[in-house]
């Protein structure tokens, strides 16, 4: 691959593929930057019986540190940047799965400055890397599904203190023939949510609206009723919500 950027100067890139085994194989793909240095990538690939797994890893050790824009729109004057992500899925037995999908990246800018692509990376209205773990349960007439996430916000006017850590969110829902004369279907559904957000999150009302795909609306530094919109609230936050319904088709 043939790279031209402003930023990255020209550069060259080529990958070299081991099978190492017919179960797991490594790729490792050096970029060859004029103005920046060597970009180095690395991913391993393991299928086991029960599932599988990959890791990826990218990092440089930037030559050109003010090419990039001054915190807080860029990465300032960092010399190492990198990322290292994790896909993995198992299954526990024929009714359980268990898995992961995380990330860790050393700026939100790295994965856009350089061109990496991310299975972790989110486009719903704004551009963020978000992680989780899981746990997945299914029976005859039941569900279960416990997931812990947390958010990394990719854009310039993020502030990582007002993104949400879930831990975790977990689902569950049970169904039984209904009793007796009855009969119909009875269903029990329960969710137990815990979050924690250092920062609460205010979002301005009124011309905001129209700046919310540019990922510019503005914030209420100091929540006032009918003008802000509180998006989340600061600290620790524990809900538990459960429903209890009988149904029947006649």
């Known amino acids: ?11 060259v890139s080529t990958p070299f593929f081991w099978n190492l085994a017919p179960n797991y194989d490594l790729t490792f ?9 060597v970009l180095g990538q690395v991913e391993w690939r ?12 990218a990092g440089i050790f930037q030559q050109d540190k003010g090419a990039f824009l001054p915190a807080p729109l860029g ?28 990330a860790l990246l050393s700026d939100k800018w790295f994965l856009t400055n350089y061109r990496i692509r991310s299975e972790s990376i989110g486009t719903n209205y704004f551009r963020e890397s978000v992680s989780q773990v899981y746990l997945v349960g299914q029976g005859e007439r039941s569900w279960f599904e416990a ?9 310039s006017y993020d502030w990582q203190k007002q993104q949400a850590v879930v831990h975790p969110v977990v689902d569950y829902i049970k169904r039984w023939d209904g009793p007796g004369l009855l009969g119909g279907e009875v269903a029990f559904e329960s969710n137990v949510t815990s979050l924690t957000r250092e920062a609460a999150q205010f979002q301005g009302l009124g011309t905001n609206i129209g700046r919310l795909f540019d990922q510019r609306y503005e914030t209420c530094a100091v929540f ?5 919109l509180v998006r989340g609230i600061g600290g ?15």
């Not at 006032?224 to 802000?228: A, L």
């Open 1 to 11: 691959n043939y790279v031209a950027s402003g930023t990255l100067g020209y550069g």
């Open 29 to 37: 793909r050096p970029t060859f930057y004029s103005r920046q240095g």
């Open 46 to 57: 393991h299928r086991l019986l029960t599932g599988s797994y990959s890791i990826r890893a």
């Open 75 to 102: 990465p300032g004057d960092k010399e190492f940047r990198g990322s290292i992500e994790t896909v993995g899925k198992f299954y526990i037995n024929e009714r359980w799965t268990t898995g992961w999908d995380v």
């Open 147 to 155: 997931r812990g996430y947390y958010f990394k916000g990719l854009s």
């Open 224 to 228: 006032s009723r009918g003008i802000c």
């Open 236 to 250: 620790t936050a524990n809900r538990l919500s459960s429903q209890l319904s009988w149904r029947r088709q006649i």
